[in-house]
């Protein structure tokens, strides 16, 4: 392991406490780690950081230079927006993010939307919570048309990391 000193600065984003750190942990010999970094918290934890780890901390081109012995940001996200990406490169500080990140998850929550507007199913719940089935005069709430997948046609836009994943993963 190298002598690394590492900062995760807001690990309760991220976690619940099901996540296991250990791979993470591995990568330097001393870490400290916040469950949140307030702004006036932030300057005194990066400081001493070779590897900075966040998912929401606004890492600005002020905060990266008080990190005189920075050389990794880890955003665990997909994204990079709420790092100073050319102040950090001027810095000689790499920038990455996850890649892939909960990509199985994400296309399921994609056929799940799909199912849930094509079934109207939130409009049913509703109705049945407000006891409009079993007041209708039919025993049968038609209120609510269902749309039939059978014969459409699911066009995907894109061909990144979620355009290429399907149901199989």
């Known amino acids: 392991m190298l002598d690394r000193h590492g900062v995760l600065l807001d690990l309760g984003t991220i976690d619940r406490g099901d996540m296991d750190l250990a791979p993470l942990l591995g990568t330097c010999n001393h870490w400290e780690i916040y469950q949140r970094t307030q702004p006036g918290e932030l300057l005194d934890r990066v400081r001493q950081a070779e590897a900075l780890v966040s998912n929401k901390v606004v890492l600005d081109g ?25 102040a950090a490169r001027a810095l ?21 939307l ?34 039939e997948l059978a014969g459409r046609t699911l066009r995907i836009v894109g061909f990144g990391e ?7 993963g």
């Open 92 to 112: 000689g500080v790499a920038v990455t993010n996850v890649v892939g990140y909960a990509t199985a998850s994400v296309v399921q929550h994609v056929f799940g």
């Open 162 to 168: 979620l355009g290429r994943r399907g149901p199989r």
């Open 114 to 147: 799909i199912l849930t507007l094509t079934t109207r199913i939130l409009d049913h719940r509703s109705a049945v919570l407000e006891g409009a089935w079993t007041r209708s005069g039919q025993f049968c709430l038609l209120d609510f048309p269902i749309q």
């Open 62 to 86: 002020s905060t990266l230079s008080a990190a005189k012995r920075l050389r990794l940001v880890c955003i665990a996200a997909t994204g990079t927006n709420n790092v100073d990406l050319a």
